[in-house]
């Protein structure tokens, strides 16, 4: 099972490392300003989801398997609101920042 220290894109690895420590701040440092998200293909408000399935609910992400250089995850992830699943995420990387993330039931 990959570590965030092997996945190769350190802009996905610190998003990683700020949802594990249950860092805001740092989460959206790697974000653009204009970073958008889907869950489960349905395009969601990205402030109101990151509180409400990130930070407000304890969520936390233990990474399964990486590809892309680490842009497309298999992840355990866990939260406060619906318990543990298995979960997929993909990210767009665009001049240093994460421009747009999708995740998913795998």
């Known amino acids: ?18 949802i594990n420590a249950g860092d805001r701040d740092a989460f959206y440092e790697v974000l653009t300003p204009d970073a958008t998200m889907s869950d489960d293909g349905a395009d969601r408000d990205l402030d109101q989801w990151v509180d409400q399935e990130i930070f407000s609910a304890n969520g936390r992400l233990e990474v399964e398997s990486a590809t892309d250089d680490g842009r497309s995850l298999i992840a355990n992830y866990r939260n406060d609101r619906w ?24």
Do not use: C
């Open 83 to 106: 318990g543990a699943m298995r979960t997929a995420w993909r990210f767009v990387v665009s001049d240093g920042r994460i421009s747009r993330f999708e995740t998913g039931q795998a």
């Open 1 to 18: 099972m990959p570590t965030t220290s092997e996945i190769s894109d350190p802009v996905v690895r610190a998003l990683i490392d700020a």
